[in-house]
């Protein structure tokens, strides 16, 4: 048990909670009898504050551990503190892929179902709950085992509720079988927005992944030129090396805070530029590692501390297919207020899950690193909530640090629905975290 | 919870009354401000800032009456405020203050009592049982309301200018010993403000009005700066004149 400072990944807000590291299901049972208020956290890896609590327990689940053998059919049960990296690193010698990555192979099993993570393929594949079979979770009502047929609503509640609905102890999921550890990619580049979506909405489809780099930094006629980059796995048949080794951990690192100032909008136009230009005009059937593909940002640890003292927000909205306009709105009231962006990624999202929290829309998603610090930023920001919740559209707990309760109200609407499963395990509002205290998730 | 950008939900105004405080108030309410308790001396002023705080979107606003002039309140004032709020208190602002006409006041022991209480004692006082309650939450902020008249102290306003010279170094240190608590404190140097504080004063050049000073206050929160300059010119230009040889000083502040 230790006093602990703790942040999320964009390192805006910290607070101090008692860091405590159980073991097993009684241990967390214990911790939650214990305990006032409790929240889980695995590897810090959303961008807000959705993993501490401030004056709290925050439980560690990194030593929830435990992979099983994969069956035959690709079922597996990984303890919640099990990180991707580690259950790909179990999984893809034996030809076996996790159905859904985001960006990054550093989340655990439990964060990615809090989150209810999505990947470059969740208008094919749904997001990460859609791949769950059973949970074992730790409510304070008790320890149970959910899945879509034993207690949907809690289990549905749990997928995408940011922990707020009990502890997740092991998941039971289906992997996805790949025969190599390349991903054959198609990438295409862009000279304006209205050039990409047109592309996604006519092609997508015929892609398992898909993925669009947008620069929010230039104006005019070039405004939002983007890249395209669409795959799937590769076929043993198509690559002439059918390889099925894990990737490696990074070897760079940023070894300290960067100064608040170095990703500045000349620096950002600056690098924008350089890899617009280093992206092949058109090029097809090109073979990638899996982890150049997927996990691009897993190249250079701590990158986030390039964005110095005060951080970054990460912004990231879904809008039904009907409001595509609000992506392009969005761009153009950033790259006019002069606030730097760094690379906007847009998607494509497939039908939402069941569960009361579901952040996907079918439609767009587009998601934007903002470092803190100019002083239009936070004014910006309420003005595209605005924006969002004129097209229907909603943002994403797990990058959110700066919404207003007023807002989550209307953006989820079956919000009550979400808190009445909350109340039934949680009666006395044991789980909590600062970002449910901030937009009022607790109950009541 | 604080957002961010340093915007908070509940915060606790201590001289909660005051043009300053009503300004940063205003436009704390207008972000994400929804529940303030706002503590001064007179009720009725008390009440109509906590009407004008839900005018800009504050959804739940209370009082608490006190007098800076005994510091024996302030651990009481603090409490009370605290659990009016009755959340997590993401913001306590400490603006009281008093400024008197030194050269009616200097020779008389019971009215410099009353300016070191108001600007120095009373606000230390309630700091002590702020950062209590604030490192046991493991979060939250402290604004202290100094002066840029603290950086170096004048004949003309020696009492005033040296309380908040004490309150400031005090505050600097006090800063520092919340370190790693999830606690943070910033000081908020004014320059000179028009507000009912400052009433018939001779004008002076870096004067602003109170929005600006609000203005500057969100984004010193936004930054975390540990000093929040208003204007924030005041900063460099008393690099040079806290250096200033003393006859120098004295022939620029005093004319």
Known sequence: MSRTTLSGWGRTTQSIATLETPRDEDDVARDLNQSREVIARGLGRSYGDAAQLSGGVVLSNLELGG???????????VGAGVSLDELLAFSIPQGWFVPVTPGTRQVTIGGAVAADVHGKNHHVDGSFGAHVKEMRIVTPAGALTISPTSDAELFWA???GMGLTGVVISVTLTMMRIETNQVRVDTERFSDLDGVMAEMLANDMHYRYSVAWVDCMTKGARMGRAILTRGDHATRRETNKPTLTAPKSAKLFVPFDAPSGLLNPLTIKAFNELWFRSAPKHQVGEFQALSTFFHPLDGLRDWNRLYGRRGFVQYQFSVPDEAGDT????????????????????????????????????????????????SALPRVLDDLDELVLGASGRIYFAKDARLSPEKVRAMYPRLDEFLAVKNRVDPEHQLASDLARRLDLVGS | MENAFGQPQNVVVLGG????????????????????????????LLDEAAAEAREYGATSTDTVLFDAEDASNAQRTVSESFEKVGGEIDLVIIAVGLLEDQFKIENDAAAVERMMMVNFTWPVVALAEIRKRLVAQGSGRILVISSVASVRVRRVMYLYAGAKAGLDRLCDGLADSLEGTGVSLQLLRPGV??????????????????????????????????????PPLLRYLFMVLRHLPKPVWRKIMEN
Do not use: Y
């Open chain 2, 17 to 44: 009354s005051s043009d300053i405080a009503r300004a940063i108030t205003k436009k704390l309410c207008a972000a994400r401000t929804h529940t303030v308790v706002l503590a001064g001396r007179n009720q009725s």
């Open chain 1, 158 to 160: 749990t997928i995408g």
């Open chain 2, 193 to 230: 403000v028009r507000s009912k504080m400052t009433e018939g004063q001779k004008p002076v050049p870096f004067t602003t009005g109170v929005n600006e000073v609000a203005e500057n206050v969100m984004k010193g929160l936004a930054s975390g700066d540990r000093v929040i300059w208003s």
């Open chain 1, 67 to 77: 992979v099983s053998p994969i069956d035959l059919d690709g079922t597996i049960s």
């Open chain 1, 327 to 374: 992506v392009v709105q969005a761009i153009k009231r950033l790259s006019s207020s002069g606030v730097p962006s760094f690379l906007a990624v847009l998607k494509r999202f497939g039908p939402s899950n069941p569960g009361p929290l579901s952040f996907p829309i079918p439609g767009w998603t587009l998601a934007l690193d903002l470092p803190v610090g100019p």
